[in-house]
């Protein structure tokens, strides 16, 4: 009996889930749940192993663990990169006095393609659950979207678990341990956190798309196809998209977070090229930006159809991070090309890459796990989205300052192009005014004007000063025309003209050509011996200063003035002061020629000056 017994004992202990259950698998650090263990951070508590051919089983690993794990305490948890090689993690978990039995093993990075886990029980049994993006959502033991697996430890008990790692993109190894109750709580109260900010996203897309279809500006299209991607994508980073929307579709799950990526970059590019007006404040950087946006949707398209989609996933990444740098760049020269709309731009920017930095530092253990820095991430790029819908309204109001400014300037121009323009139609109607008022032959004004100007001063002489009138009539010009040639006529009469011109100084006088070789003067204000002056004067100025010649020889040219005269406040007709100095000229002419006579328009008595006497 006792040798059965022993042999027993040994075929047990030479079993693999007995050995590693008892043998020397040893770990330096372990997990120990106590009485208020609810929540632990297991992520220090992993030993690894690099498996880079990944060809190790759980039989080789329990076999081989003490001498390929390795033996330091990581200062946080685990985060290997891109990388081809399955990596292996244990831990022991012993439950010495907390009195829940069940417990969730929670992934925080959701994205991981595969990861398996073994429990080795205390009398030798194993247990095996996966999860991952690669691997149907239904297994999961939690319907989370992390990645966790669900399983019992009494008090008083312990468990060796291994877990083996397996993904195209990064292996990060942030582990939670929970209580099944606390499990459940935190994920009530971080789908309430993640139903806010998802919500503001759709809110933010939504708004923003109805203000496109308004107003059809295509910065708000490029934003709202950057929410629609980045929100997609944080969904997807979250393993939200996994568990609503796609939790069978393993093949998408797993190439989802490129094609995002990548159809995110082309949008975000897009909305920064065109918000910023790169093409007029940064043309250099305006074609590298359109350089980048035929990349990424090539990888967009890489993502679905390469056959190796690790090698797409990093380049992706890479490049995006790349292209971020290059936006920061451009707003930052369009800030200091003081670009008004570059300032909420660069603002929500920073917002986004201060949450990032807020959440990796608490992952490196530099700043304390709270609510800010747990979802620093989602916090920093709601502050982004609405500090670039912002940017959008105050750049729109700057464009509708701008073309306010601008019509008002238009109007301002017009209104003095106008002004310009009444200008010189007015100029030019004095100008036809004057044309059709002027003698063309003389230069002096013609007989139409004569008759409206003489009606005007008519009538103010019945309600003010006096009116006087000359009619100077050139003596003997029909011996003058018919000798010497209509030419030398026409030249003697521009010389008289000019001559009477030069003899009346007052702006309100009228030199007028009445018809023929006879000229008129209106003189307003004028009373008979002002006129009888300027009269006489105008006779000296052609008889003695004209001295005309033609063709070389002088030809002597007289003149003969009737005058006449209304008293101030006396009512007559033009034609009767036309008559009254019509009539003294008559009498000029026939007294000898060169002479003047007078007429008073309103005795119709004539007084008679020699011109001897002057």
């Not at 090689?85 to 969730?104: D, G, K, L």
């Not at 008083?156 to 990060?172: C, N």
């Not at 393993?250 to 094609?259: H, K, L, V």
């Not at 105008?538 to 063709?551: Q, S, T």
């Amino acid at each position: 009996m006792r040798l059965f017994v022993i042999v027993n004992l040994l075929f047990l202990l030479a079993m693999p889930g007995v050995a590693s259950a008892s043998s020397g698998i040893t770990d330096p650090f372990p997990v120990v749940l106590d009485r208020d263990s609810d929540r632990v951070d297991i992520s220090r508590h992993l030993t690894y192993y690099e498996d880079a051919s990944g060809e190790y089983g759980i039989e080789d690993i329990l076999s081989d663990w003490p001498d390929i794990a390795s033996v330091e305490q990581p200062d946080e948890a685990y985060n290997f990169g891109f990388t081809d090689s399955a990596y292996w993690f244990h831990t022991r978990i012993e439950n010495r006095s907390n009195p829940n039995q069940r417990w969730v093993l929670e992934g925080l990075y959701p994205i991981i393609d595969r990861m398996e886990v073994y429990f080795l029980r205390e009398d030798g049994r194993i247990e095996r659950q996966q999860a991952g993006d690669s691997i149907p959502f239904a297994t999961r033991g939690r319907k989370h979207h992390n990645i966790n697996f669900s399983f019992d430890l009494p008090r008083g008990e312990a468990t060796d678990v291994f877990l083996r790692v397996t993904t195209s993109g990064a292996v990060q190894m942030q582990l939670t341990l929970w209580e099944n109750e606390a499990f459940s709580a935190a994920d009530h109260q971080e789908r309430f956190i993640l139903g806010v900010y998802y919500g503001l996203l759709f809110c933010m897309a939504a708004f923003n798309l109805l203000i496109f279809v308004s107003i059809r500006d295509k910065n708000y299209l490029w934003y709202v196809s950057y929410i629609v991607f980045y929100g997609l994508l944080q969904f997807t980073l979250n393993g939200l998209s996994f568990e609503h929307l796609w939790p069978e579709a393993t093949w998408w799950n797993n190439r989802a977070i490129s094609f995002l990526i990548a159809m995110g970059m082309f949008s975000i590019l897009g909305f920064s090229k065109s918000f910023l007006a790169l093409k007029v404040n940064a043309p250099r950087l305006e074609r590298i930006f359109v350089g980048f946006m035929l990349f990424f949707p090539i990888m967009a398209l890489a993502s679905l159809f390469w056959p190796d989609y690790g090698p797409v996933i990093r380049v992706t990444t890479f490049m995006a991070s790349v292209s971020v740098l290059f936006i920061l760049v451009a707003g930052a020269i369009c800030l200091y090309r003081n670009f008004k709309p570059a300032r909420y731009f660069m603002i929500a920017w920073s917002a986004l890459l201060s949450g990032m930095i807020l959440y990796t530092l608490k992952t490196f253990g530099l700043m304390p796990a709270n609510f800010v820095t747990d979802y620093a991430i989602q916090i920093g790029s709601a502050f982004e989205v609405i500090l670039l819908s912002l940017a959008l309204a105050d750049r729109m109001r700057l464009l509708m300052l701008e073309n306010q400014q601008i019509q008002e300037d238009m109007t301002h121009r017009l209104e003095q192009r106008v002004s310009e323009r009444t200008s010189e139609l007015e100029v030019a109607n004095r100008q036809l005014e004057a044309l059709s008022s002027t003698d063309g032959l003389t230069g002096v004004f013609n007989r139409r004007y004569f008759d409206e100007r003489l009606c005007e001063e008519t009538a103010r002489c019945s309600r003010s000063g006096p009116l006087s009138l000359l009619m100077v009539d050139v003596d003997r010009f029909k011996d003058l025309n018919d000798s010497l040639g209509h030419q030398a006529g026409d030249d003697c009469l521009r010389k008289i003209a000019d001559a009477i011109s030069a003899s009346v100084n007052r702006g309100a006088d009228i030199v007028a050509r009445y018809g023929g070789e006879e000229f008129a003067v209106i003189l307003p204000d004028t009373d008979s011996k002002g006129a009888r002056c300027m009269a006489e004067r105008i006779r000296r100025r052609v008889d003695e200063a004209l001295r005309f010649c033609w063709n070389d020889k002088p030809v002597p040219v007289t003149v003969s003035i009737g005058v006449a005269t209304a008293a101030a406040r006396q009512r007559f007709e033009p034609a009767e002061l036309i008559g009254a100095a019509d009539e003294a000229l008559y009498e000029a002419k026939q007294g000898g020629r060169n002479t003047l006579k007078y007429r008073d328009c309103a005795s119709a008595t004539a007084g008679e000056i020699s011109s001897d006497q002057g």
